[in-house]
Nanobody
Framework: QLQLVESGGGLVQPGGSLRLSCTASGFSGFTLDYYVIGWFRQTPGKEREGISCISSSGGITTYADSVKGRFTISRDNAKNTVYLQMNSLKPEDTAVYYC???????????????????WGQGTQVTVSS
């Protein structure tokens, strides 16, 4: 069983930055190397939005238009960790952010939730002055 834990959320002023981490763990000898990782966010009353994903090697990344140019996804497979660097944050970025992992995912578009098998518990990001 793969477990994902997000961290790095918090309160930040508009224009500020945060870096979210998604750390994976599993059975002995587990490696994140084969998984595509996606980042999603959700606010109450709204549909979950897929905002970014990264291929297993890190060579392919995708972004939703809402975050393109401001957010950067990266991964360190040696640490079983994926990062989401968020810059120029806006109040509309306020949401609970989730990471998810999938084995059979084609990372050619912003992620769709149904493609992912494992989910973290989420971390709150609040952008407010």
């Amino acid at each position: 069983q793969l477990q994902l834990v997000e961290s790095g959320g918090g309160l930040v002023q508009p224009g500020g930055s945060l870096r979210l981490s998604c750390t994976a763990s599993g059975f002995s000898g587990f490696t994140l190397d084969y998984y595509v990782i996606g980042w999603f966010r959700q606010t109450p009353g709204k549909e979950r939005e897929g905002i970014s994903c990264i291929s297993s090697s890190g060579g392919i990344t995708t972004y939703a238009d809402s975050v393109k140019g401001r957010f950067t996804i990266s991964r360190d497979n040696a640490k079983n960790t994926v990062y989401l660097q968020m810059n120029s944050l806006k109040p509309e970025d306020t949401a609970v952010y989730y990471c998810a992992a999938g084995l059979v995912v084609v990372p050619t578009k912003p992620p769709a939730g149904y493609e992912y098998d494992y989910w973290g518990q989420g971390t709150q990001v609040t952008v407010s002055s």
